[in-house]
């Protein structure tokens, strides 16, 4: 099923830009069909049932950025069971470097063939050219697959079901695996070697196939006149007729379960950058009243005392918790780094609860096989954290991804809490992916508790759609056009409809695995809940957090929702025994929604947003109610 396409105005609302998705060309052959966009195909379902998420020709500059490609004369041929695709497609990036590949798509009710040509005029630096395919995780995490390696061995394997911190599967030719009862689809990669990384790491919802294996130098030159050619072949061995999955537009219903633990506290990043800014906004700070301010220190970004002074005005005015998120260069003695910081901190008179430190170079991406940089033991730097700041909560991990901490695991029985962050425009940036990344938090949640145990406090964020350091590339990726970018450290959603319904669908993830504390965004700035405006307008994502900071703490009730692709929630009781639910539309469509009583109902949706930005009383009378597009309800009784 392809996307609605909405007016100029709407998605605005909704998405914080005029600027429409590309549109996806549905393209069937027989029980086979995929979606055709921008020369990629998604979306690859036999019978409705997903067989692959993506296949696609990627071209990725020396910092990881993926080049948008231009597409020039693309020809569809559609008719007999069949369809063919072919387009020259050209890549430009802002140095003025260019690369022109050929695009030829082939499908049949059996299956189909993707193959790519690019022929670089001159020398071309890239980190990687050619396909990769996105395996789903949902209902394939544990499956058991077979693997063709590129020296012909046909080995069984079993995709991970906790996330993998190397590569999943390396010097691949080909992958098979049961689509569905009867079903089995063998994908063929040729033209180079390929491997999998399990993409869960960085909170995309799928296994990840790609070429050219990661130990390899990277960049790396494409010479001048050198052809790269490769291609991908789907097969699909059907021995009947697939049972047809259940309808997208049947209603989604919610239902209570039992009393659990708490639910997470929600927290604002503040950074000096935003300190004044934040505090010029002290009143809509205490309207909000998050539980947490974590104040972000980076000595090796030239913050000093002059931040923690700005730090400590802004405590002055929180009734809550005040933690440091401190960088350490680690380039003096660890004693002599951490008593200077504590001495500032002092001379600040910043009030501080908690601090969490990570190493600088820990900020970096250390792929396997990798010679890991110079860096003190973390025993050590978590033994002068210590020291220096006796009487608060410490935590450590990483101040990147799950990735890294998947990579590098921390001591974790020196540590009073463990914390990391994620990003859903790491590899795609596109609504539909940065959606599908809440199927990825699951496993990375419980991926988490598997390495620090199920007792150890955990704390995730800051975690925003818009990306605030890149540890594979020298940057963020910049993006005055507000486009729809991966690794952007401005992304439009923010000040769309859709930020507050990703914000409360991750939420809603976190409550399984106990997480003690949510970062989800900033007060101002690009993360902000409010716009970069003279007046001070609030986003819609700042009800969204609102709401979550009422109910930070609140004993939570397990809530099921009967598909959680669509619509996501959570719940809690109050002592005083009203029961409180939030609950998100994660999709561009309305979703009708069995609620699990009746009650008082604020919704916040695309006319609450024309209309002045408020959350609007609604009537759930009926025991049901129609969730617009990426709306917010909350409902209470």
């Not at 097969?235 to 379960?257: C, K, N, Y």
């Not at 802004?314 to 998120?325: K, N, P, S, T, V």
Request: proline fraction near 9%; glycine fraction near 10%; hydrophobic fraction near 45%.
């Amino acid at each position: 099923m392809t996307e609605p396409v909405f007016s100029a105005a709407r998605r605005l609302a909704l998405f914080g830009t005029p600027e429409p998705e590309p549109v996806a060309r549905l393209l069937v052959a027989g029980a086979l069909s995929c979606e055709l966009i921008d020369g990629n195909l998604r979306n690859i379902r036999f019978g409705g049932v997903e067989v692959l998420r993506a296949m696609s020709f990627v071209v990725r500059d020396k910092d990881w950025g993926t080049y948008a490609p231009t597409l020039h004369d693309l020809v569809v041929e559609e008719g007999e069971g069949r369809f063919a695709v072919r387009y020259r497609a050209e890549c430009v990036g802002g140095g003025g470097e260019r690369l022109v590949y050929e695009g030829r798509i082939v499908g049949s009710p059996t299956g189909l063939v993707f193959e790519g040509e690019a022929v670089p005029e001159v020398d071309f630096l890239t980190n990687r050219c050619g396909f990769t395919i996105l395996h789903p995780v949902v209902g394939l995490a544990g499956a058991e697959i077979e693997v063709e390696h590129v020296d012909g061995r046909r080995v069984p394997a079993r995709l991970p079901e906790l996330i993998d911190p190397a590569q999943t599967l390396k010097d691949m030719r080909a992958i098979t695996h049961q689509v569905a009862p009867g079903v089995r689809a063998t994908c063929r990669m040729e033209g180079d070697a390929f491997e999998m990384e399990d993409q869960r790491n960085w909170s995309d919802a799928s296994y990840k196939t790609y070429v050219r294996p990661l130990a390899l130098p990277w960049p790396y030159v494409l010479p001048a006149g050198v052809p790269v050619r490769q291609r991908v072949t789907l097969d699909i061995a059907a021995e009947g007729a697939v049972a047809p999955p259940a309808r997208d537009e049947a209603p989604v219903s919610l239902r209570l379960g039992a009393a659990g633990g708490g639910l997470p506290s929600f927290g604002l990043v503040i950074t000096p950058e935003e300190a004044a800014a934040t505090l010029d906004a002290r009143d809509v700070l205490a309207r909000l009243a998050p539980q947490t301010l974590l104040f972000h220190f980076d000595p090796t970004a030239e913050h000093g005392p002059a931040a923690l002074a700005a730090f400590a005005r802004i405590a002055a005015a929180h009734r809550g918790e005040c933690a440091l998120e401190c960088v350490v260069p680690c380039e003096r003695p660890l004693d002599e780094e951490f008593g200077d910081l504590a001495r500032q901190v002092a001379v600040a008179g910043l009030r501080l609860d908690a601090i969490a430190v990570c190493p600088s170079v820990d900020r970096r991406s250390t792929p396997p096989g990798s010679v890991w940089p110079s860096c003190p033991p973390l025993e050590a730097v978590y033994a002068a954290a210590r020291r220096a700041f006796p009487a608060l909560r410490l935590g450590g991990g990483m101040f990147s991804y799950f990735t890294e901490l998947n990579r590098k695991r921390p001591p974790v029985p020196l540590l009073d809490y463990v914390t990391h962050c994620t990003c859903p425009i790491v590899h795609d940036a596109d609504d539909r992916s940065v959606m599908q990344s809440l199927e990825a938090l699951p496993f990375i949640l419980r991926s988490a508790r598997a390495i620090i145990g199920a007792d150890k406090p955990y704390r995730i964020g800051p975690s925003t759609i818009g990306m605030r350091q890149n540890p594979y590339g020298s940057r963020v990726m910049p993006n005055p056009e507000r486009r729809r970018m991966p690794m952007a450290g401005q992304d439009p959603r923010q000040d769309g409809l859709f930020a507050a319904a990703w914000m409360v669908g991750y939420a809603a993830r976190l409550v399984e695995a106990g997480v003690e504390s949510f970062t989800g965004a900033a007060l101002t700035g690009p993360f902000g809940l409010m716009a970069p405006s003279a007046q001070g307008r609030l986003r819609p994502v700042f009800h969204a957090a609102r709401w979550l900071a009422e109910m930070g703490g609140v004993p939570s009730l397990a809530i099921s929702s009967g598909d959680p692709a669509r619509v996501l929630a959570l719940a809690g009781e109050r002592s005083s025994g009203e029961r409180v639910v939030l609950a998100a539309n994660l999709t561009p469509r309305d979703q009708t929604v069995v609620l699990p009583f009746a009650g008082t109902a604020l919704l916040l949706d695309e006319a609450s947003v024309l209309g002045g930005e408020a959350p609007r009383a609604v009537d759930i009378r009926a025991g049901s109610l129609t969730l617009p597009p990426y709306a917010v309800l909350r409902l209470e009784g």
